[in-house]
Nanobody
Framework: QVHLVESGGGLVQTGGSLRLSCAAS????????MGWYRQAPGKQRELVAS????????YPEPAKGRRFTISRDNAKNTIFLQMNNLNPEDTAVYYC??????????WGQGTQVTVSA
């Protein structure tokens, strides 16, 4: 079993930055990939970024204009999401996700990010 705890959400103005953290505990040795998803009101949950246990990041959009950066600190069993130049369309609940090598999926409780115009 894996337990994920997100932190770092909040209210920020357009153009501002936030850094989300997700601390993992439990059977973390079994984790293959961790990542961040977000879900805005009335929309489906979508992938924001992922990172393998070896630190290889993955993003759903091209690098040009990318505003979010995922990273990890293996010593602290924590991943981060640095979000820059935020805009109101980024307002959502951001969820930490982890997948084990056995394809088990775990979710955090989510952290609210609100970007004001």
């Amino acid at each position: 079993q894996v337990h994920l705890v997100e932190s770092g959400g909040g209210l920020v103005q357009t153009g501002g930055s936030l850094r989300l953290s997700c601390a993992a505990s439990g059977s973390i040795f079994s984790l293959a990939t961790m990542g961040w998803y977000r879900q805005a009101p009335g929309k489906q949950r979508e992938l924001v970024a992922s990172i393998t246990r070896y630190g290889v990041p993955g993003y759903p959009e091209p690098a040009k204009g990318r505003r979010f950066t995922i990273s990890r600190d293996n010593a602290k069993n924590t991943i981060f999401l640095q979000m820059n130049n935020l805009n109101p369309e980024d307002t959502a609940v951001y969820y930490c996700n982890a997948r084990s090598q056995a394809a088990e999926t775990y979710w955090g409780q989510g952290t609210q990010v609100t970007v004001s115009a």
